[in-house]
């Protein structure tokens, strides 16, 4: 048991942290709360329940999930992904039903990581999860456009299609003053940036458009006309358990569970390759578990790690979980001290904040790189895309991993008979006298979304022990996106180690692949070699200048 939960505090505590780190990880946990507060907010309006329960989410999940995690530096609370999910709950169940399927959430988060499960990350390839992102960013905007403009429509429907039409139908009741509250929330986040790096500009919106809306009276819904006042205390709820009942809640809580787990362990798959480290998945769903079955009881929503205030820890100097447990603590004084002035917000400010938190989210720059690429791949991307928003979020991640599996299988029956040929190209060579500052790594076999994150991390680790990497490509006879990316972000940090990797034994459909992703520029093509022997000499000769 203890192998596979091993909350990260205990171990830094235990092995001693420095009084300069402690300091720096207190104001980076004040500067992401800052950033966590009207994130917060917004992701609870645009999930249809109250703007506390974002808050709230964020104090006691953001606590638990910093103090049990598995990652140094991951920041937990309510997250973009979730209010597609959220938004159909409510409507289907109402909060008691949100409450229940968010509790037997965190029991699946916390089996998955007692069963080992957190390398099942792995099997979901990567265009799938930019498919789905994608669309839960597309969704968002959609939900915000009602607030944006300022139209009086008093329910929103669930079907994207249908949003729109009634969009349309209101066209002409447009608030000019929302309109206008909304573009200049956007520009405020976008350009705040160039001014101060150190208050998130989302912050610097809410206080600015707020104050000006208070003081000229002017005509907007607030978050006080909306759902009322915000109150500034934390209680216990127990909801109501039909267990007759309980069946219907699973498909919803095995829902949140994925895309929980999936969403926190790539936002400390991220944090790792910021600060250089590796963080304990099995732990970390445990964490995340834990924190979903209790924030429930005392109103919150499901909560995950959040890779943009993660991010915004690292870069603020965070580097244990005490920044994370930090920044909850702050945001339980602003609740506690400044909660009553949180109802004068414009839901205009909110809806700006969402609008380039999905455009952030929507992953554009991915999504057309893979539209460049395998055709299987865009298989994958736009049918997990296009379930997402017109149809379901569960029904696109179970189409995507199916869809994923089965082009596999075709992909590997295509290139089948063509292997041995390619492979004699390049003879086993004996790696005796080979200078001791270079590594060889050989990859047996196609790499694709399975065994991807295992490759990039063996790559990883190998490259640095040398000088110089050499990648035996010879026996890879094709390569998913999914490989693309992990692949090119393994390059870029051995490169900003000072490695230097080679590749040798590339079949002509591989380089294709690795010119459409920018990775032959990324090594340089004089570093990509036909044969291993070539690839050889080339190492030796860069050692010696």
Same mark, same amino acid.
């Given at each position: 048991?203890?192998?596979?939960f091993?909350?990260?505090?205990f171990?830094?505590f235990k092995?001693?942290?420095?009084?300069?780190q402690?300091?720096?990880?207190?104001?980076?946990?004040i500067?992401?709360?800052?950033?966590?507060l009207p994130?917060a907010i917004?992701?609870?309006?645009?999930?249809?329940?109250?703007p506390q329960m974002g808050l +709230?989410?964020? =104090?006691i999940?953001g606590f638990?999930?910093? *103090?049990l @995690?598995?990652?140094?530096?991951? %920041?937990g609370g309510?997250?973009?992904?979730?209010?597609?999910?959220?938004y159909?709950?409510?409507?289907?169940y109402?909060?008691?039903g949100?409450?229940i399927s968010?509790?037997m959430a965190?029991?699946?988060l916390v089996?998955?990581?007692?069963?080992r499960?957190?390398?099942?990350l792995?099997y979901?390839p990567?265009?799938?999860?930019v498919g789905f992102?994608?669309?839960?960013?597309?969704?968002i905007?959609?939900?915000q456009?009602?607030?944006?403009?300022g139209l009086h429509?008093e329910?929103?429907p669930?079907?994207f299609?249908e949003?729109?039409?009634?969009y349309?139908?209101n066209i002409?009741?447009i608030n000019l003053?929302?309109l206008a509250i909304?573009?200049?929330?956007i520009?405020?986040?976008?350009f705040?940036?160039?001014i101060?790096?150190?208050?998130p500009?989302?912050f +610097?919106?809410? =206080?600015l458009?707020t104050?000006?809306v208070s *003081?000229? @009276?002017?005509?907007?819904?607030t %978050?006080?006309?909306?759902f009322g006042t915000i109150?500034?205390?934390?209680?216990?709820?127990?909801?109501?358990?039909?267990f007759s009942?309980?069946?219907?809640y699973?498909?919803?809580?095995l829902?949140?569970?994925?895309?929980?787990?999936?969403?926190?362990l790539?936002?400390a798959?991220?944090a790792?390759g910021?600060?250089g480290?590796?963080?304990?998945s099995?732990?970390e769903?445990i964490a995340?578990?834990v924190?979903?079955?209790v924030?429930?009881?005392f109103g919150?929503?499901?909560?995950?790690g959040a890779?943009?205030?993660t991010a915004t820890n690292?870069k603020?100097g965070?580097?244990?979980?005490i920044?994370?447990?930090v920044?909850?603590v702050t945001l339980?004084l602003?609740?506690?001290?400044f909660?009553?002035?949180?109802?004068h917000?414009?839901m205009?400010?909110l809806a700006?904040?969402? =609008?380039?938190?999905a455009?952030?989210?929507?992953?554009?720059?991915?999504?057309v790189?893979?539209l460049?690429?395998?055709p299987?791949?865009?298989?994958v991307?736009?049918a997990?895309?296009?379930?997402?928003?017109?149809v379901?979020?569960?029904?696109?991640i179970e189409v995507?991993?199916?869809?994923?599996?089965?082009?596999f299988?075709?992909?590997m029956?295509?290139i089948?008979?063509k292997?041995p040929?390619e492979?004699e190209?390049?003879?086993?060579?004996?790696?005796?006298?080979i200078?001791?500052?270079?590594s060889?790594y050989e990859?047996?076999g196609p790499l694709?979304?399975?065994s991807a994150k295992?490759?990039?991390?063996?790559?990883?680790?190998?490259?640095?022990?040398s000088?110089?990497?050499?990648?035996r490509?010879?026996?890879?006879p094709?390569?998913?996106?999914?490989a693309l990316?992990?692949?090119e972000?393994t390059?870029?940090?051995?490169?900003?180690?000072?490695?230097?990797v080679?590749?040798?034994g590339?079949?002509?459909?591989?380089?294709?692949?690795?010119k459409?992703y920018h990775?032959?520029?990324?090594?340089?093509e004089?570093?990509i070699?036909k044969?291993?022997?070539?690839a050889l000499?080339?190492?030796k000769?860069k050692?010696?200048?």
């Amino acid at each position: 048991m203890t192998k596979i939960f091993q909350p990260k505090l205990f171990s830094l505590f235990k092995n001693g942290i420095s009084k300069e780190q402690i300091i720096s990880d207190i104001f980076s946990g004040i500067i992401v709360g800052i950033v966590a507060l009207p994130l917060a907010i917004a992701f609870a309006v645009a999930s249809g329940v109250a703007p506390q329960m974002g808050l +709230i989410t964020a =104090i006691i999940a953001g606590f638990l999930i910093s *103090f049990l @995690g598995g990652s140094r530096v991951q %920041i937990g609370g309510p997250t973009g992904a979730f209010v597609v999910i959220i938004y159909a709950l409510v409507e289907q169940y109402g909060i008691e039903g949100l409450m229940i399927s968010t509790i037997m959430a965190g029991v699946f988060l916390v089996l998955f990581g007692l069963l080992r499960l957190g390398s099942l990350l792995r099997y979901f390839p990567h265009p799938l999860v930019v498919g789905f992102t994608s669309g839960i960013a597309v969704v968002i905007f959609s939900t915000q456009i009602k607030d944006a403009l300022g139209l009086h429509i008093e329910k929103l429907p669930s079907e994207f299609l249908e949003k729109w039409q009634l969009y349309l139908a209101n066209i002409l009741d447009i608030n000019l003053y929302a309109l206008a509250i909304t573009a200049t929330t956007i520009l405020i986040v976008l350009f705040s940036k160039h001014i101060t790096t150190k208050v998130p500009g989302s912050f +610097i919106a809410i =206080i600015l458009i707020t104050a000006v809306v208070s *003081f000229a @009276g002017i005509p907007v819904t607030t %978050i006080e006309s909306f759902f009322g006042t915000i109150p500034n205390d934390i209680s216990f709820h127990m909801p109501t358990l039909d267990f007759s009942n309980l069946g219907m809640y699973i498909a919803p809580a095995l829902t949140i569970a994925l895309l929980g787990g999936i969403e926190s362990l790539l936002s400390a798959v991220v944090a790792d390759g910021m600060i250089g480290t590796n963080h304990r998945s099995n732990t970390e769903l445990i964490a995340q578990g834990v924190a979903n079955i209790v924030t429930p009881f005392f109103g919150g929503i499901p909560a995950t790690g959040a890779i943009a205030r993660t991010a915004t820890n690292v870069k603020n100097g965070g580097r244990t979980p005490i920044a994370g447990i930090v920044h909850a603590v702050t945001l339980l004084l602003i609740m506690l001290l400044f909660a009553d002035l949180a109802k004068h917000i414009p839901m205009a400010a909110l809806a700006g904040i969402l =609008i380039v938190v999905a455009y952030n989210m929507s992953e554009w720059r991915s999504f057309v790189s893979i539209l460049r690429g395998s055709p299987f791949d865009i298989v994958v991307l736009l049918a997990t895309f296009f379930l997402t928003v017109m149809v379901d979020l569960t029904i696109a991640i179970e189409v995507g991993v199916v869809l994923s599996s089965l082009l596999f299988m075709k992909r590997m029956a295509d290139i089948g008979t063509k292997l041995p040929k390619e492979m004699e190209s390049d003879s086993i060579e004996n790696y005796a006298d080979i200078p001791q500052d270079i590594s060889i790594y050989e990859i047996g076999g196609p790499l694709f979304f399975a065994s991807a994150k295992q490759y990039a991390q063996t790559i990883k680790e190998i490259g640095f022990s040398s000088k110089i990497l050499i990648i035996r490509m010879r026996y890879v006879p094709f390569i998913d996106s999914t490989a693309l990316h992990n692949l090119e972000e393994t390059i870029k940090i051995l490169k900003n180690a000072g490695v230097i990797v080679l590749m040798s034994g590339v079949n002509n459909e591989v380089y294709k692949d690795l010119k459409k992703y920018h990775i032959v520029s990324l090594l340089g093509e004089t570093n990509i070699l036909k044969t291993f022997v070539q690839a050889l000499e080339h190492a030796k000769s860069k050692l010696n200048n």
